[in-house]
């Protein structure tokens, strides 16, 4: 992958007008399941939305607000399957062309700011980068134990985390750096990873 190709070259997407703007949940699923057949892709996309709607609701926000912070967890990987090469720049455009709410396209955006070049900013743009990569290693995690998500510990996943071998690809960077910029202590995050992901799909 070449990474200077992921760039996206520009820091502002979507369109103030269109504040508020959202897709339904059926148009949502429509979109995944058009542009994605990889199951493990899907249950990682709804893992995601699913942590990010939980997430916006502890924090007591509107359901707009929480079905908003769904959606840029639901599709950031939409264009991952058949567009690898310019991840995420096709699904950016698609939910520019659909009128989406500038903020979920920009969280969408800055999900890997190293690779995209686009710095999350707000609340939702750095609990999506934050939720991402440690959502798929703590599935990862679940898979491997015969009880999956009960009884889970954040020492267990911790332990994993150290252990570079285990599920490899997941940047263990990328999950500390994530961490710094939402201003969360990792074991706070796991354990809301924890709560939140056996109840996702
Ligand atoms: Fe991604
Ligand atoms: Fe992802």
């Not at 699904?91 to 520019?96: A, G, P, T």
């Not at 985390?161 to 599920?167: G, M, N, S, W």
């Amino acid at each position: 992958m070449n990474i200077n190709q992921m760039n996206l070259g520009r820091s502002v997407f979507g369109s103030p007008e269109n504040r508020g703007n959202v897709i339904s949940n059926e148009e949502a699923f429509l979109l995944l399941h058009d542009w994605v057949s990889n199951p493990k892709l899907i249950i990682h996309m709804q893992q995601v939305g699913h942590l990010m709607r939980m997430y916006a609701k502890e924090m007591g926000y509107s359901e707009e607000t929480q079905h908003m912070w769904f959606l840029a967890g639901l599709l950031h990987d939409a264009d991952w399957d058949k567009w690898p090469e310019t991840h995420c720049k096709k699904i950016i455009e698609e939910l520019e062309s659909r009128n989406l709410d500038p903020e979920i396209i920009h969280a969408i955006a800055s999900h890997g700011p190293k690779y995209f070049g686009v710095n999350p900013e707000t609340e939702m743009d750095k609990m999506l980068y934050a939720f991402d990569e440690l959502s798929g290693l703590t599935h990862a995690y679940s898979l491997m134990r015969p009880e999956g998500y009960q009884g889970m510990e954040v020492k267990g996943v911790k332990k994993r985390l150290k252990d570079k071998t285990f599920a490899a690809q997941v940047s263990r960077e990328d999950i500390a750096d994530a961490c710094q910029r939402a201003e969360m202590e990792l074991d706070d995050l796991i354990q809301f990873v924890i709560n939140h992901q056996i109840h996702a799909v």
